[in-house]
């Protein structure tokens, strides 16, 4: 009676022990259609012995796979990474990286939202347009959940709060106040004081709108900027980032029909500053 690894060495005289060994580890190796992950189980001459093909590559670094199922993709972006393509950037993105991936194992991707650039964690992508019309509709009817922790500069006064505005993106795509009606676009945001350093805050705010750059423009405008927030008045940029991160998602599933949650804890480094 011979043996898995036997056999593989015979049919594969020219691989290493090195090699047998990660196509045993990696699901490769079939005993009569069985996978086998040890060598030393008994094969004999009746029995068949195959090689399957390598699994389909992962998800690609930066990204971090959250969740997956036939209806949904959610994964953790870092900050520095564009959600979809622009015109200055059109191949490294989140969703070209998870457009691949889906690709790899025979699926489709959808966008249903998206992050700012300087923006990290949680997003959705849809698996079908089925899935990415319903997601789509509850962020319309403004009944998925979006929690974000940023950090902010300065002590803020009050302990939770709601910033109202309207916005509006000019010529140069700049999301910018105005007070023209006519213009600009409702965003609302509530907010909730963490914990206060000595020359900052950590705060926590829910989205009731989804406008683009609001969280940065409110906060901005309340006279506190969000720490590394160059762009919009912050004076310092300890972390070499915008301190802002996406913590949690929830929205009714686009297939089951039931309430899903996901989280992603703000890095460490946001409760370590002054």
Same mark, same amino acid.
Request: net charge positive; hydrophobic share 35%; glycine share 8%.
């Given at each position: 009676?011979?043996?898995?690894?036997?056999?593989?060495?015979?049919?594969?005289?020219?691989?290493?022990?090195?090699?047998?060994?990660?196509?045993?580890?990696?699901?490769?190796?079939?005993?009569?259609?069985?996978?086998?992950?040890?060598?030393?189980?008994?094969?004999?001459?009746?029995?068949?012995?195959?090689?399957?093909?390598?699994?389909?590559?992962?998800?690609?670094?930066?990204?971090?796979?959250?969740?997956?199922?036939?209806?949904?993709?959610?994964?953790?972006?870092?900050?520095?990474?564009?959600?979809?393509?622009?015109?200055?950037?059109?191949?490294?993105? !989140?969703? @070209?990286? +998870?457009?691949?991936?889906?690709? =790899? *194992?025979? $699926?489709?991707?959808? %966008?249903?939202?998206?992050?700012?650039?300087?923006?990290?964690?949680?997003?959705?992508?849809?698996?079908?347009?089925?899935?990415?019309?319903?997601?789509?509709?509850?962020?319309?009817?403004?009944?998925?959940?979006?929690?974000?922790?940023?950090?902010?500069?300065?002590?803020?006064?009050?302990?939770?709060?709601?910033?109202?505005?309207?916005?509006?993106?000019? !010529?140069? @795509?700049? +999301?910018?106040?105005?007070?023209? =009606? *006519?213009? $600009?676009?409702?965003? %609302?945001?509530?907010?909730?004081?963490?914990?206060?350093?000595?020359?900052?805050?950590?705060?926590?705010?829910?989205?009731?709108?989804?406008?683009?750059?609001?969280?940065?423009?409110?906060?901005?405008?309340?006279?506190?900027?969000?720490?590394?927030?160059?762009?919009?008045?912050?004076?310092?940029?300890?972390?070499?980032?915008?301190?802002?991160?996406?913590?949690?998602?929830?929205?009714?599933?686009?297939?089951?029909?039931? *309430?899903?949650?996901?989280?992603?804890?703000?890095?460490?480094?946001?409760?370590?500053?002054?």
């Amino acid at each position: 009676m011979s043996t898995v690894w036997a056999r593989l060495h015979a049919l594969y005289p020219e691989a290493s022990r090195t090699t047998l060994k990660k196509w045993l580890e990696r699901d490769r190796v079939r005993l009569n259609g069985e996978v086998v992950r040890r060598g030393d189980v008994a094969a004999g001459s009746d029995d068949r012995v195959e090689l399957g093909a390598p699994p389909p590559p992962g998800l690609a670094t930066p990204l971090r796979l959250v969740h997956e199922d036939d209806d949904v993709l959610v994964v953790d972006k870092p900050p520095g990474l564009l959600t979809i393509a622009t015109e200055g950037e059109r191949h490294r993105t !989140a969703y @070209r990286l +998870v457009f691949d991936y889906a690709r =790899a *194992r025979g $699926g489709r991707i959808f %966008v249903v939202h998206r992050l700012d650039r300087e923006t990290s964690g949680l997003v959705i992508f849809a698996r079908s347009i089925a899935a990415k019309r319903r997601l789509q509709a509850q962020f319309e009817a403004r009944t998925v959940e979006r929690v974000y922790e940023a950090v902010v500069e300065g002590r803020m006064r009050d302990d939770a709060g709601i910033l109202s505005a309207r916005l509006r993106q000019d !010529a140069s @795509r700049r +999301v910018r106040r105005t007070r023209d =009606a *006519r213009l $600009g676009k409702e965003a %609302v945001t509530r907010y909730r004081v963490l914990g206060r350093g000595r020359d900052t805050s950590l705060v926590e705010l829910r989205l009731v709108t989804g406008r683009r750059g609001q969280i940065r423009v409110q906060l901005a405008e309340l006279g506190h900027p969000i720490v590394g927030d160059l762009a919009y008045g912050s004076r310092s940029n300890p972390l070499r980032r915008v301190c802002l991160h996406a913590t949690r998602l929830a929205f009714r599933h686009p297939g089951r029909g039931d *309430r899903v949650e996901f989280e992603s804890p703000a890095p460490p480094s946001f409760r370590r500053l002054p």
